[in-house]
């Protein structure tokens, strides 16, 4: 039996295929719809805020289509949502795959291919129940403490005890600074990718450090050096130009 509940988002520009599509889905006990629109714009927000389990995407839509709408908000998503993109034409059917969607559904299409999408999210979602930094990132987005592995020890951490992390390029691993300004070396295997995936707090300053905005006050435009909120004035910290224009772009999104 399936106890999980799995997040949804569903985003098409049309309501009345909105209308169809949570009504069908409202036959799964276990799928809670946390939000549908009919805007691009509003679902990059709204996807990013939320990073739900399940992403109904529409392909065709006017200013965005769904595929370039996945590949604007690719970076700030987890790697484990399931993008189902659906459309009433099969010639986008390609393109969705190459951009890594989890399963197409044609319109109109049956309730029994709707149930084999949500039967594999179900096994996808259980087979992967004891995935570390799936269960980070759910942690994360809620507030509650979570587990982070590092070399020696396992920290019980929420988002805000975390400063930043800063790449050590002698022994090619991570290491992440709590706002106590402990030190601690990462599992060698987490990448800058993984630690980007936990929080959309977490932002990439230049190539070997990443930053809690949530202490982040300014940045010098001419310098690019970060101002931090206080107790963290003094600590130095330099964006990088290519990073920079990334985070002015993260911190309009938000």
């Given at each position: ?6 997040t ?29 629109t009919?805007?691009?714009l ?7 805020k ?14 965005m ?6 590949q ?37 299409y ?27 990132r759910?942690?994360l ?25 800063r ?7 991570w ?10 070396r ?48 003094n600590?130095?910290m ?17």
């Amino acid at each position: 039996m399936n106890t999980r509940t799995i997040t949804t988002i569903i985003v098409d520009d049309e309501i009345n295929a909105i209308q169809n599509l949570s009504e069908d889905l409202n036959a799964y006990p276990d799928i809670n719809i946390l939000e549908t629109t009919t805007s691009a714009l509003k679902a990059q927000k709204s996807i990013i805020k939320f990073q739900p389990d399940l992403l109904f995407l529409d392909v065709e839509m006017p200013k965005m289509n769904g595929i370039e709408l996945l590949q604007e908000i690719r970076p700030y998503i987890h790697s484990n949502m399931h993008v189902v993109f659906y459309s009433a034409f099969d010639k986008y059917m390609l393109d969705a795959l190459r951009a890594s969607a989890f399963d197409y559904l044609l319109k109109p299409y049956q309730p029994c291919e709707l149930k084999q999408i949500i039967d594999r999210v179900h096994k996808r979602i259980e087979s992967s129940s004891n995935n570390f930094e799936q269960s980070m990132r759910r942690l994360l987005n809620d507030g509650s403490k979570f587990a982070l592995q590092t070399m020696t020890s396992l920290l019980l951490l929420r988002c805000s005890d975390i400063l930043c992390f800063r790449y050590l390029d002698e022994i090619r691993c991570w290491q992440v600074t709590l706002t106590s300004l402990e030190h601690h070396r990462l599992r060698m295997t987490i990448k800058a990718k993984d630690i980007l995936n936990l929080s959309q707090s977490f932002a990439r300053i230049n190539s070997n450090c990443i930053l809690n905005i949530e202490y982040l006050s300014s940045i010098e435009n001419n310098s690019l050096r970060c101002i931090l909120y206080p107790p963290f004035t003094n600590m130095e910290m330099m964006a990088s130009r290519r990073y920079y224009s990334k985070l002015k772009e993260t911190l309009e999104m938000l």
